[in-house]
Nanobody, 128 residues
Framework: QVQLVESGGGLVQAGGSLRLSCAAS????????MGWFRQAPGKEREFVAA????????FYSDSVKGRFTISRDNAKNTVYLQMNSLKFEDTAVYYC?????????????????????WGQGTQVTVSS
C-alpha cells in the first residue's frame, strides 16, 4: 500500500480559500490516479475531484466544479486541491486517495471503491 498524508485543512470564512496537499510514498507516484473525497458528519463519503496519471485528465463533482482545482506534481509525489469560494456546506473531513491500477480505469475515477489507498483525512471547516 502507498502511504498518503494530507495537510492544509483548517478553519476559513465562507468565500475564502484553502489549498490541501497530499504527499504520497512510492517510487511510481506518476502512475497513480489520485482523488479527493470528503465526508461531513452524518453523511456518506462523497467524491470531490480526481486526476488521471498520465494525461492529467481531471474530474469534479457538480458541487465543486468551477470552485475547486485538482493538480499534481509528480516530482514532489504530491497532489493538491485548491479550494476557492468556500461554502459552509464544504465543511467536511477531506481524504486523499490513490488508485494504483494498471491500466488506469477512468470509469472508476469518481468511485471510492476505485481507490486502494487512503490518507487519514484533514478537517476543513467553513464558517458562515
Amino acid at each position: 500500500q502507498v502511504q498518503l498524508v494530507e495537510s492544509g485543512g483548517g478553519l476559513v470564512q465562507a468565500g475564502g480559500s484553502l489549498r490541501l496537499s497530499c504527499a504520497a510514498s512510492g517510487r511510481i507516484f506518476s502512475s497513480y490516479a489520485m482523488g479527493w473525497f470528503r465526508q461531513a458528519p452524518g453523511k456518506e463519503r462523497e467524491f470531490v475531484a480526481a486526476i488521471s496519471p498520465s494525461t492529467y485528465t481531471t474530474f469534479y463533482s457538480d458541487s465543486v466544479k468551477g470552485r475547486f482545482t485538482i493538480s499534481r506534481d509528480n516530482a514532489k509525489n504530491t497532489v493538491y486541491l485548491q479550494m476557492n469560494s468556500l461554502k459552509f456546506e464544504d465543511t467536511a473531513v477531506y481524504y486523499c486517495a490513490a488508485d494504483r491500477s494498471i491500466p488506469y480505469r477512468a470509469n472508476r475515477a469518481t468511485m471510492a471503491s476505485g481507490y486502494d489507498s487512503w490518507g487519514q483525512g484533514t478537517q476543513v471547516t467553513v464558517s458562515s
